[in-house]
Nanobody, 118 residues
Framework: VQFVESGGGMVQAGGSLRLSCAAS????MGWFRQAPGKEREFVAA????????YYADSVKGRFSISRGSAENTVYLQMNGLKPEDTAVYYC????????????????WGQGTQVTVSS
C-alpha cells in the first residue's frame, strides 16, 4: 500500500490544520502520531464506508476525521491545536476497522510534521 500525505506545517496554538492522505486502495484508515522521545500513539480512525469514527480522548472534540469524495482519501481536520499536539503524524490503513479501534494498523505512510508553537 502506498500513501500520499500532505497538509503538515507550523501553526500557533489555537490554530487549525488539515491533513490529507490518499492510499493506493480502499481501506479502513486512521491517523497516528509520534512526538519526540515518545512512542507512537493513536489519534483517529474511520471505517471503510465512513459511517464509523473513533478518536483518542486527547483529541476528541478538537479533531475530525472524514472521507473525501474519492474512497481512498481521508482527512484529519485539527482545530484548537495545542503545543502538545506537536508530532509527526502518520496516515495508516487496516483491512478491518476493529484493528484501528484496537489502535493497530497494517500499513503506514511516511509521516508529515505538525508543529504547534505557544
Amino acid at each position: 500500500v502506498q500513501f500520499v500525505e500532505s497538509g503538515g506545517g507550523m501553526v500557533q496554538a489555537g490554530g487549525s490544520l488539515r491533513l490529507s492522505c490518499a492510499a493506493s486502495g480502499v481501506y479502513c484508515m486512521g491517523w497516528f502520531r509520534q512526538a519526540p522521545g515518545k512512542e507512537r500513539e493513536f489519534v483517529a480512525a474511520i471505517s471503510r464506508s465512513g459511517s464509523g469514527t473513533y478518536y483518542a480522548d486527547s483529541v476528541k472534540g478538537r479533531f475530525s476525521i472524514s472521507r473525501g469524495s474519492a474512497e481512498n482519501t481521508v482527512y484529519l481536520q485539527m482545530n484548537g491545536l495545542k503545543p502538545e499536539d506537536t508530532a509527526v503524524y502518520y496516515c495508516a490503513a487496516a483491512q478491518v476497522y476493529s484493528s484501528l479501534r484496537a489502535e493497530r494498523a497494517d500499513y503506514w505512510g511516511q509521516g508529515t510534521q505538525v508543529t504547534v508553537s505557544s
